[in-house]
């Protein structure tokens, strides 16, 4: 039986804050977050957003009523929750009015939490096929102002539905794992934004991914050239290039097959939103999906992911024949286009002055995705359905 992503649906905040505009700001050449970096745009939520409100909505196109009711698990993967006990999940289960009989739960390990969240579901599915598990990866990735890291900031969330027979990828069995214990990057419980050893994660990133390879291989997964198309964690899109070749030079006969064009669409994306951690590798299958010309079916992608701290693993999956008519680009690239550019002093208000940290705070209407958070009351967070409408004569006023 074949198991894996049966639908998969993108958000990203409306704003954006251009890499171009923060170089000036930081006195460089834009060329270094450009090309050096790899990244074009940084995606910046309001502050009536958040992990829930882009979680949920990168969810609802895909909750359809049929679906709704086979849903037995939603796993909301993050590194950026809103609270120390609650799971994110459960906010995002109220707002999609998913049925009781359902569990919710959300994964953390930095930035592979929807990596291990996919690979249970695929478990979970071959032992129940009639079920449906949802997952969604959310994340703000913030580092400190004028941090060498501040240029790989984003946010964003990614959801897929995982099913038997499904209708855009099938996963193989083959997994390699690479765990061990690193302090590349991480983010004390008092902290709004990650510390980071930035040359060393590069390092462990790469040396995760040359381990998780060599235990995939060792797993019955396929050789390298076997693998036309690849997508890695891109934190920068810069990183996803140096993986690539990595990845090449360490199977030189093989590797020399492959040119830059394996994994060069799945960047499009991530270079005009950001690092949106969990979300990563997966906007990046998405935009490999939904921007390379070829017709992929029954064509293997292989996939490496990392979580910093560390884990990483390299899998694999193929492509369903139809697989275009389930996707939804026009929708994603629309989004990603009718975006908003922000000042500086707009997008430092906005991405470092978190205003529900107060106790009891009412939420100004900004954003006009289909969910905001509403208020903060007593600490406690109130979501709500958004009427873009009001918005929109908020701002014609
Ligand atoms: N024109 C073109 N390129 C230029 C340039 C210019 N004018 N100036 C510099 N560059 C190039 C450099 O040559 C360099 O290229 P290579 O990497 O190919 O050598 C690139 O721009 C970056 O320059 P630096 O190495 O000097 O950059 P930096 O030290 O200021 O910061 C960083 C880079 C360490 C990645 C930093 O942005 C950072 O800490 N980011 C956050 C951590 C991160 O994303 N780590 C990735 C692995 S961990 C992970 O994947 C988990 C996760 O999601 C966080």
């Not at 609802?60 to 009523?65: A, E, M, S």
């Not at 609650?86 to 959300?106: D, I, M």
């Not at 997994?175 to 510390?195: E, I, L, Y």
């Amino acid at each position: 039986m074949n198991v894996g992503i049966d639908s998969i649906s993108l958000c990203v905040p409306e704003s954006y804050y251009s890499l171009a505009d923060l170089a000036e700001k930081h006195g460089i050449d834009p060329n270094k977050y450009l090309y050096g970096i790899g990244q074009e745009k940084m995606a910046v939520p309001s502050p009536d957003e958040d992990i829930v409100t882009l979680a949920a909505g990168a969810a609802k196109p895909i909750v359809t009523d049929e679906v709704r009711d086979s849903i037995s698990t939603v796993i909301l993967a993050t590194e950026s929750g809103v609270d120390q006990s609650k799971s994110a999940g459960l906010f995002v289960h109220g707002l999609l009015g998913l049925k009781p009989n359902c569990r919710v739960v959300e994964f953390k390990q930095a930035c592979y939490g929807a990596t291990a969240a996919l690979q249970m579901a695929t478990d979970m599915v071959r032992q129940r096929p009639e079920q449906k598990i949802l997952i969604i990866a959310s994340d703000i990735a913030r580092y400190e102002q004028d941090s060498q890291g501040e240029c790989t900031q984003g946010a964003g969330a990614l959801a897929m539905v995982v099913s038997a027979n499904p209708r855009i990828l099938n996963l193989h069995r083959a997994r390699g794992m690479h765990s061990f214990d690193v302090m590349d990057f991480w983010r004390p419980n008092n902290h709004k934004a990650a510390q980071v050893d930035g040359q060393l994660s590069i390092e462990v990133y790469l040396e995760s991914m040359r381990q998780a390879w060599n235990e995939y291989k060792a797993d019955g997964g396929h050789e390298l050239a076997e693998l036309p198309w690849l997508c890695f964690h891109q934190p920068f899109t810069k990183m996803a290039k140096k993986a690539f070749t990595a990845l090449t030079e360490s199977e030189p006969e093989q590797g020399q097959a492959l040119t830059g064009e394996s994994y060069e669409h799945s960047l499009l994306y991530g270079r005009q939103i950001g690092n949106t951690y969990t979300a990563s590798l997966y906007i990046g299958l998405l935009s490999l999906l939904e921007n390379n010309p070829q017709d992929l079916t029954d064509q293997n992608i292989g996939l490496f992911s990392y979580g910093s701290g560390s884990v990483g693993e390299f899998f694999s999956a193929s492509v369903v024949p139809g697989y275009r008519e389930h996707l939804r680009t026009e929708e994603h690239q629309q989004m990603l286009a009718d975006r908003q550019a922000l000042s500086h002093e707009k997008y430092s208000a906005w991405f470092y002055q978190s205003l529900a940290d107060h106790k009891n705070q009412v939420m100004p209407k900004l954003s006009n995705r289909p969910y905001r958070l509403e208020k903060v009351e007593e600490f406690r967070r109130v979501y709500g359905v958004n009427d873009a409408r009001a918005n929109e004569i908020k701002q014609a006023s």
